[in-house]
């Protein structure tokens, strides 16, 4: 074990606990080394690397079309939020315009991502405080977006439906009356799960008060997304800095004040709702019109035009065997994923291969905030203070 | 139509502020980078955390870039997002390749802790006053930094015994 505390001398004798990286509500491989007095944690510090697969340097031996596939394996709860970063990057370097259609698909498609990611989050986050049945309803919903993404783009999970100017295909015939479905039926889970948490007592009890981190901190230790937004900093890249059109939805971003795990409760239970407002309006006001930018040197042309015309024939086999060459020059994008801020930086040097491609991933700045949470507080509640910063390690360790 | 970096208000009052410390401003894609000197590097991001009308203090990214074989080999890059005027900058220091060391940021954003961290265990770049630097990904018996260009990406040396 390489990472651990040391004693310190002529003190009293504290017990040194490593918890994880297979502890159950650690979500994945997190390992913590916990220096206890009794039951409170008086030090705490974070070993991360075991999902380390070194993504970054992949990037840089595939061609920016190549990469997308490395993009869904990070974040493998929101796959298609991490899609969207790296496509926006890369379009922001080769300066691509967007055509409405495929503008409206992406933001449907990632908000419907982010409910199934806090669905899982809500799950994992209850079982781990002992509520059972939430975890349950939990999975049988996202069930239900896992059909849409499946319908989609043939893939439950890794996805890589999102391509550099545009989306892989057109959706099949029939899937809004898919997404129609879960729109109608979601407002009442929600509520359900709602009944079940929000004035339980025992809910209250375990997250009331816990792991709070104030405003300064929480913008300090790089926090973001809904664990910022719960600590009182009316932040969101969506409202802020609008990208893929969402200046175009009406949606409200929930911040609470209190700053502890409650409060991060309800910002992300809050944005559940707002997301399926914005699916609505992505669903009623979808445009039509192509799924592609009209940039053949960089974008797939489609299996039909490729048996009839010579020239995209001859683009498909430059794009798939050499791939494009972008302009030299570096661009950096975030997006609001379900986590927070998640920034793609991708430095060209005009060769089909990134130079470097760096991911800014949300919970690796979040898991920062961690010690400060529980430093001072019981064991039991660690596991609250970790449910409710919603880690996923694949995207810490990359 | 490309805006002009030096109309930009945190540009105009870096300037004034240390003109010296700042080696050259550029301008892609509506990102304008700007290129500290590393010996000004902390008063700089002090200045633009604090400055009234910028309150740079949100470090939303800490990277790092290799040029191999070009000379100064790294440099870190800087995106830091201010949430008073809505703005992000990227500030970037070229280091050399022979002694890779440049000043830590964590005591200006705390945040720079694990990102720091991850430049040092996968570039090799030491970070002076950084209280726990140590290999966060990576094993710490791990030969080499990974995202140098001269690591190989696929295969190692097998050693046989």
């Known amino acids: 074990m390489a990472v651990t505390l040391e004693k310190v001398p002529g003190q009293e004798e504290k017990v040194i606990l490593s918890m994880g990286p297979q502890h159950p509500s650690t979500h994945g491989v997190l390992r913590l080394v916990l220096e206890l007095d009794g039951e409170t944690v008086v030090r705490a510090i974070y070993d991360i690397g075991y999902l380390h697969t070194g993504f970054e340097k992949s990037f840089e031996d595939k061609t920016y079309s190549q990469g997308i596939t490395l993009t869904d394996r990070m974040d493998y709860l929101a796959p298609l939020s991490n899609n969207l970063a790296y496509c926006l990057a890369v379009e922001k370097l080769l300066d691509l315009e967007i055509p409405p259609r495929a503008q409206w698909i992406r933001v449907l498609l990632t908000e419907l991502t982010r409910i199934g990611s806090h669905l899982v989050w809500l799950g994992t986050h209850a079982i781990d405080i002992g509520a059972m049945s939430v975890f349950l309803y939990c999975f049988r919903e996202r069930e239900d977006l896992m059909h849409i993404f499946e319908m989609v783009s043939g893939q439950r999970m890794m996805t890589s439906f999102f391509r550099i100017g545009g989306l892989a295909l057109e959706p099949p015939l029939g899937w809004l009356k898919a997404v129609e479905k879960v729109v109608k039926k979601f407002p009442a889970r929600f509520d359900e799960y709602e009944g079940l948490l929000t004035r339980n007592p ?114 498909h086999f430059k794009i798939v ?26 430095v060209s040097d005009g060769s089909p291969k990134p130079w470097r491609c760096h991911v800014r991933a949300p919970s690796f700045a979040n898991l920062q905030a961690l010690p400060k949470m529980i430093e001072g507080r019981l064991i039991a509640d660690v596991v609250a203070c970790i449910g409710s910063i919603d880690v996923v390690l694949g995207e810490i360790d990359r | 139509m490309p805006s002009d970096p030096e109309s930009n208000l945190a540009i105009q009052k870096l300037r004034q502020f240390a003109a010296d410390a700042v080696e050259d401003v550029s301008a892609f894609r509506d990102e304008i980078s700007v290129h500290i000197r590393a010996s000004r590097l902390r008063s700089v991001c002090e200045f633009l955390r604090d400055e009234t009308g910028l309150f740079f203090k949100y470090l939303s990214d800490l990277t790092a870039i290799d040029h191999y074989p070009g000379e100064p080999r790294f440099e870190t890059v800087y995106h830091i997002l201010s949430f008073e005027t809505n703005q992000r900058l990227r500030l970037k220091v070229r280091i050399p390749g022979d002694d890779p060391r440049v000043d830590s940021m964590v005591p200006v954003w705390p945040s720079a802790q694990a990102f720091e961290c991850e430049i040092f265990d996968l570039f090799g770049i030491q970070f002076i006053g950084h209280q726990d630097l140590r290999r966060i990904l990576l094993p710490e018996d791990w030969e080499g930094h990974p995202l140098r260009k001269d690591y190989p990406v696929q295969g190692s040396i097998t050693r046989w015994p």
């Open chain 1, 202 to 315: 025992i809910w209250l009890g375990r997250t009331k008060g816990v792991g709070v981190i104030s405003k300064d901190d929480a913008v300090a230790y790089g926090l973001s997304g809904p664990s910022l937004r719960g600590s009182g900093v009316n932040w969101d890249v969506r409202k802020n800095q609008p990208y893929s059109s969402y200046d175009k939805f009406n949606f409200n971003v929930p911040t609470r004040n209190e700053g502890d795990v409650y409060a991060r409760y309800q910002v992300r239970v809050d944005e559940m709702r707002e997301s399926l407002k914005i699916v609505k309006q992505a669903m009623e006001g979808l445009p039509e019109g192509p799924i592609k930018a009209n940039a053949p040197h960089f974008v797939m042309p489609d299996r039909e035009s490729m048996k009839t015309s010579i020239e995209s024939l001859i683009y």
């Open chain 1, 321 to 346: 065997t050499e791939g494009f060459h972008p302009p030299i020059g570096e661009v950096y994008h975030s997006i609001e994923s379900p986590r927070g801020e998640l920034g793609v930086y991708v």
